[in-house]
């Protein structure tokens, strides 16, 4: 027999109810997504050099 959620979805209930580690990296992961998304944009511009020059490290030096 499968074993279900309560939520039903699927997920286990200690993923469900995230803690503040658990919410760090979620934070590190949807930022590490998002400078992806940045970074693929710029390669499929015809500008790249602009792009970089936007592009900002996350210690705020730029690349």
């Known amino acids: 027999?499968?074993?279900?959620?309560?939520?039903?979805?699927?997920?286990?209930?200690?993923?469900?109810?995230?803690?503040?580690?658990e919410e760090v990296?979620?934070?590190?992961?949807?930022h590490e997504?998002?400078?992806f998304v940045i970074l693929t944009d710029?390669?499929?511009?015809?500008l790249p050099e602009l792009c970089q020059n936007q592009t900002v490290h996350p210690t705020g030096l730029s690349l």
Do not use: I, V
């Open 25 to 30: 990296a979620t934070q590190m992961l949807k």
């Open 42 to 46: 710029c390669w499929e511009s015809l």
């Open 1 to 21: 027999m499968a074993s279900k959620t309560p939520n039903g979805c699927g997920q286990a209930p200690e993923l469900a109810q995230a803690g503040p580690e």
């Open 33 to 35: 997504w998002y400078h």
